[in-house]
């Protein structure tokens, strides 16, 4: 599985982004996805995850509210809309996928095989 980030840049505080991640091959519509984040000096951590077919999503406490993870199967893509974007929120962000058809979003790193490359967001005035 390929997984291919998109849509960061640099944004002013209370700005929107849309991160975009596309995957490989024909399973998409199994795994569960994830998105994580890494600043500068800090350990990758959870942001947001949907499971397999959509129904459930979890969201780190900071983020809750203000970021939306959303799947369309069809196009083998998952999305992360960040709104009221804040200084704190600047990271690369990762998406990653969970090969297991998880019936529950999963939240910790170790359970996904499958990571993108990264797309950085910045928030800056």
């Known amino acids: 599985v390929q997984l291919q980030a998109s849509g960061g840049g640099s944004v002013q505080p209370g700005g929107s982004l849309r991160l975009s991640c596309v995957a490989s091959?024909?399973?998409?519509?199994?795994?569960?996805m994830g998105w994580f984040s890494q600043a500068p000096g800090k350990e990758r951590e959870f942001v947001a995850a949907v499971n397999w077919n959509g129904a459930a999503t979890e969201y780190a406490g900071s983020v809750k509210g203000r970021f939306t993870i959303s799947r369309d199967n069809t196009k083998n893509t998952v999305y992360l809309q960040m709104n009221s974007l804040k200084p704190k929120d600047t990271a690369v962000y990762y998406c990653a996928a969970d090969g297991q058809r998880p019936t529950l979003p999963r939240t910790t790193k170790s359970q996904y095989q499958y990571w993108g490359q990264g797309t950085q967001v910045t928030v800056s005035s």
């Open positions: 091959g024909r399973r998409f519509s199994s795994y569960g």
